[in-house]
């Protein structure tokens, strides 16, 4: 996107890809060939971020920013596919013979090297997303407790209807998006767990097919008389 496009998002609400509110557009950073690169994010409280323009989703007039924990994912499983396919590649070229055992092993041995970084990752990723299931649901026990509590207030008289509606309407949207949240949390979590690279079985080049060996009867110059 060049500025021209992008200018009409400035003071434009920002939103995560769960509806909640996180702030607006208060600048935007360009590169030479005047290419957005970031926006400068304005939070609810006041501060100020530059965030990378790639972790942001711009359509419909609408401006979201993605969370953090979903691009650290989705960069690992992208990783691990790029990896697997490069790995797929060079056993298929071993396979046929177009390239050496030896050639192989020694790029085999790189990919192998770059999984293991990847696990490391992985795990890093996996325990980030595990932390976050554990807070959203910590979040949602306390929505709970609100909702339950403003009940309590409302059958008393405590709480007059208008009140108690606009309650109501607050704790449900937060108990939605955190639910959504969450269930991405989990599904990515079980994509993350399922990537398991493991060596695999040797392989060896596939034999040559041998010239067929054909045997000449002669005749032992006998015959029957």
Known sequence: ??????????????KDQYGRRIGSVAGIYTNMKDEVTALELVYADGDMDQIPFDQFIISGGNVQIIKPWKLKAADVVKQYGEALKRQEALEELLRTGEISKDVFDDLESQVEAAITQLKVRRDEVKKDLADQIGKLDAKKRALLDFLANAKVQHRLGDLDDQAFAEMVSVSNFALNSTRAEREDLAAMLDQLTRLGVERPAEVRPEPKPQDELIVKMEDDGGGQS
């Not at 996107?1 to 920002?14: H, I, P, T």
């Open 1 to 14: 996107m060049y500025f021209e496009e992008a200018r009409d998002y400035l003071q434009k609400e920002v």
